[in-house]
């Protein structure tokens, strides 16, 4: 099956994501895969030149060794702003150049911009369109007066899908209000690599490397760090109590690292807060080997959180490792209470949560009812159920003589 997939993030950099070990995992099966993506970092990796030229690389693996995807990365004007106006024209031009010459069985679309130009193109050429849902997108768009405009794109191309595919419960949902067909709209969970991420991974070595003791309990959090990520709260938090002991571990990059930065060495917390930024994926799994137990301190009012269940989360719990969360919706519908992952109310309540933890003895009982939960939504059982809804739409095309 040829598959072509479109979105409004670099494929290269950021991640990897859902899509990322989906699509990988399909290229494996035989299945050819074009991805159609954005330099979405251009502003802050630095500009060279006020244009890019249209860029295509092949043979493209960021996780499974053998992978083979094709990314093509159309030509934008480098210019704030500008860069989206030129984008819609570019994704435009070359979805239509991809339907030409890689004739795709099935388009996908994970973005806003691509997905509503993928959709209209797949209508006009009788090809399937997924829409493929992992975040509420126009919430993550910083200019605020462009959401509602952004949502308007969603909705209709949520109505013209022929399938929609959300992460979790909450956000299927969600995606209803929206507009999209409850009867063509179902829940394809986040995976788990089951044999990357396993309890019996050893985390000495990182323990060793960054100075924590035996007896030291290190609170882990990764991925990107926005503001709202309650980090500078949890890290405001540690400097007030006296248990030398209790460290934080923190990998990945953002908008608040330079803060949380400032925040350390406000309270003179460089022996007891580690930041590494970010590191390959490959390393992962050392590092949540290292922790005892797994924070996402977000804002529960963060409207950005409040449908969607990060991948991050399953990654926790597939180590074994307690999660500490504040209670966001998304969340709490997808692991319910006694599943390894506890609640708390605000990002400043993880310290005396994580301290009563250790006092009741509970971490490792935690640890192993969040495996047991996870262990079903393997990467294999995922792409097995994903290939089965690619089948069913385009067979479902063909036979309806579209």
């Not at 809804?389 to 063909?398: A, F, P, Q, S, Y």
Request: net charge positive; proline share 4%.
């Amino acid at each position: 099956m040829n598959i072509l997939l479109v979105q409004d993030s670099d494929w290269l950099v950021r991640g990897p994501h859902q899509q990322h070990h989906l699509m990988e995992r399909l290229a494996l099966k035989q299945h050819k895969i074009h991805v159609i993506d954005y330099e979405i970092l251009w502003r802050t990796h630095g500009r060279k030149m006020l244009y890019s030229k249209r860029q295509v690389f092949d043979n493209v693996s960021r996780i499974y060794k053998g992978a083979k995807i094709t990314v093509i990365r159309p030509s934008i004007v480098k210019i704030p702003w500008l860069d989206y106006v030129s984008l819609i024209f570019a994704q435009r031009k070359e979805i239509h150049q991809q339907i030409k010459e890689f004739s795709p069985d099935v388009i996908i679309g994970l973005g806003i911009l691509s997905s509503y130009s993928a959709m209209k193109a797949a209508k006009r050429n009788d090809i399937p369109f997924i829409y493929y849902w992992i975040d509420l997108l126009h919430r993550l768009i910083s200019f605020k007066p462009f959401q509602p405009v952004a949502k308007i794109l969603e909705s209709k191309a949520l109505r013209q899908a022929d399938r929609v595919l959300a992460i979790n419960e909450q956000l299927r949902r969600c995606l209803v209000r929206m507009g999209a067909s409850p009867e063509r709209t179902e829940v394809l969970r986040a995976g788990i690599d089951v044999e990357r991420f396993n309890p019996t991974y050893n985390g000495s070595a990182i323990r060793e490397q960054y100075g924590f003791k035996e007896n030291d309990i290190v609170l882990f959090f990764m991925g990107w760090l926005y503001h709202f990520s309650g980090l500078k709260e949890v890290v405001a938090r540690l400097a007030e109590t006296k248990d030398n002991n209790l460290k934080l571990l923190i990998v990945g990059e953002g908008d608040a690292y330079d803060e949380l930065q400032q925040i350390r060495y406000k309270y003179d917390l460089q022996d007891r807060v580690v930041l590494t930024g970010k590191k390959p994926y490959q390393e992962i799994p050392s590092f949540i080997a290292a922790a005892d137990v797994c924070l996402l301190p977000a804002y529960p009012t963060e409207k950005i959180m409040q449908d969607i269940v990060p991948i991050k989360i399953y990654e926790y719990m597939a180590m074994a490792k307690p999660v500490i969360s504040t209670r966001l919706p998304g969340i709490v519908r997808e692991f319910g209470e006694g599943n390894g992952v506890v609640y708390i109310n605000r990002p400043e309540d993880v310290i005396t949560k994580a301290i009563r933890l250790i006092q009741d003895s509970s971490l490792k009982q935690l640890g192993t009812k969040a495996r047991n939960f996870v262990e079903r939504n393997s990467w294999h059982n995922i792409t097995v159920q994903l290939e089965k809804i690619l089948d069913e739409v385009v067979k479902g095309r063909i036979s309806s003589g579209a």
